[in-house]
């Protein structure tokens, strides 16, 4: 799979920001960081991600797919590799935000959140009998501590955001971010700025 020269671009300069944290001298002072300790795992093959897609009837976001075949996927901390809060989940992980078993039709299914859109009861408006999935078409990002993750929509309206889990009766939360790679590059950003913690 060809990346645009425009892709290609920011993720030469996520690589590069990313060697930088990690040379960075000291503990690192980001929320998460001692855990991965700004590593990644070895990238994926196109044709793992292609098998991925295949088996669950979907097309990752561009940008997000092109991150674990050229930079990396997952790494070696307990939770991930670099990545915000406690460390990018490898793909293999993405069901890790579901609260049930994930189906083969899990991922394809359309995630009913977006930006915009308030519930008056998440989720049981979005998933009212006990075997409803909530978060149907996205996939795990990161653990945010106390049980809260960051996901990344896959399938629906929001396809390519990146939002949070969350127990408020309003539903997820999405960031500000255009796609994954602007939410990471905004915390590599955050990372490099001396902040402890990336909201």
């Given amino acids: 799979m060809t990346v645009d020269p425009h892709l290609s671009a920011r993720l030469d300069r996520v690589a590069v920001k990313l060697a930088v944290a990690a040379r960075r001298p000291g503990e690192p002072v980001m929320f998460g960081a001692s855990a991965h300790r700004f590593e990644l795992g070895p990238p994926l093959t196109d044709d793992e991600v292609t098998a991925f897609e295949r088996e669950h009837g979907v097309s990752l976001p561009e940008d997000y797919r092109a991150f674990i075949t050229t930079i990396g996927n997952g790494g070696p901390g307990r939770w991930g590799g670099a990545g915000p809060y406690y460390g990018l ?16 039709s899990t991922l394809a299914t359309p995630f009913p959140a977006e930006p915009g859109r308030v519930f008056s009861d998440w989720p049981s408006e979005v998933a009212p009998d006990e075997d409803d ?6 996939l795990a990002l990161s653990d945010q501590g106390c049980g809260y993750l960051s996901i990344l929509v896959v399938s629906g309206p929001a396809r390519g955001r990146v939002a949070g889990t969350g127990d408020t009766p309003a539903g997820p939360v999405f960031t500000r971010d255009a796609g994954f790679l602007s939410w990471y590059e905004r915390w590599l950003d955050a990372v490099l700025a001396g902040a402890t913690h990336f909201r």
């Fill in 89 to 104: 989940h490898s793909l293999q992980d993405w069901a890790t935000s579901l609260w049930g078993m994930p189906g083969q």
């Fill in 133 to 138: 999935e909530p978060y149907c078409g996205t």
